[in-house]
């Protein structure tokens, strides 16, 4: 089956080795445990493999067999990419099992949203509902959180680093210049005999005005999408989709989709952003 995987055989990571120190260095240290032997585990942190592929179902199969499984019909279904106007809760039992869930919750900081009363209560509700099931559904999951509500979440395998040198609002201990990102289950480059890759991601990027009131920056969740996944065949689930940009990265980067969004008008906005054709003139 392409893509979807028992989540019941997925590793934990346990016997990984954490590297510190400067990326640079970082960049000449391989993965040194489990079993991969091969020279393919010579690789840096700066190095990018094309990703490894492996599908025996078109788009067009795919979106067509989950559509089916599904108890609402989608707002959006379209080439390996679909989009759900619900609420997550509803949908996530109906889903089949996927290989990565990339989702930014709310953060509970009083955000306008339409349809959600942005309060700390209500992402702790929230996260108590939707999250275990998350991580039951996927082979791995990736979510940024507000520092102050890490408590509310299970607590996670790793925490990766999203770092801001410039400073975005201020803590009790000065400018914020990080936001912690939660990852359950293993490190896909340490599974796969890719070698060892930094535990941070830099990213200055701001994000587009496009209508949704705090839309993650694209190019940093791309990035962070590559982080967690190699596999061009992985399936990459959204259940708080916003304007859609974990969709647009994973478009873009050639992997199936699913999102669910409660506001219509989100909704509306992330098939206007899949529409566009992504002009990257930056590199
Ligand atoms: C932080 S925003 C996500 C923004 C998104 N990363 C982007 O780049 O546009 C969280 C989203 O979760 C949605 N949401 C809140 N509760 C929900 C629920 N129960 N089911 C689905 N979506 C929900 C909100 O409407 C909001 O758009």
């Given at each position: 089956m392409v893509g979807l995987k028992d989540s019941s055989n997925s590793p934990k990571l346990t016997s990984q080795k954490l590297l510190h120190g400067h990326p640079s260095e970082q960049s000449q240290l391989i993965a040194q445990e489990g079993t991969c032997t091969s020279n393919s585990t010579q690789k840096g942190a700066a190095h990018v493999e094309p990703a490894l592929t492996s599908t025996s179902e078109t788009n067009e199969q795919w979106t067509k067999r989950i559509v089916n499984s599904l108890p609402a019909k989608p707002y959006y279904a379209e080439d390996g990419i679909i989009i759900l106007n619900s609420d997550c809760r509803e949908i996530l039992p109906y889903l089949p099992t996927v290989d990565l869930v990339l989702t930014d919750p709310p953060y509970g900081v009083g955000v306008e949203y339409t349809q959600f009363d942005d309060t700390p209560d209500n992402v702790k509700r929230l996260v108590r509902d939707v999250v275990p099931i998350c991580i039951q559904k996927a082979k791995r999951v990736a979510l940024t959180c507000a520092t102050r509500q890490i408590t509310f979440y299970p607590p996670s395998d790793w925490i990766l680093c999203w770092f801001n040198r410039a400073g975005a609002g201020m803590n009790p201990w000065g400018f914020t210049c990080w936001q912690p990102i939660l990852v359950y289950g293993s490190d896909p480059y340490l599974e796969n005999c890719m070698g060892s890759r930094p535990d941070f991601i830099e990213h200055s990027e701001t994000s587009e005005k496009n209508g949704h009131p705090c839309p993650k920056p694209r190019k940093f969740w791309e990035t962070l999408l590559l982080r967690c996944s190699v596999k061009e065949s992985d399936t990459i689930l959204d259940?708080?989709?916003?304007?859609g940009t974990t969709l647009v990265a994973a478009k873009n980067l050639g992997r199936r989709a699913i999102g669910i969004e409660i506001e219509e008008k989100y909704c509306e906005i992330a098939v206007q952003r899949l529409a566009q054709k992504v002009m990257d003139f930056s590199q």
């Open positions: 259940p708080f989709m916003g304007s």
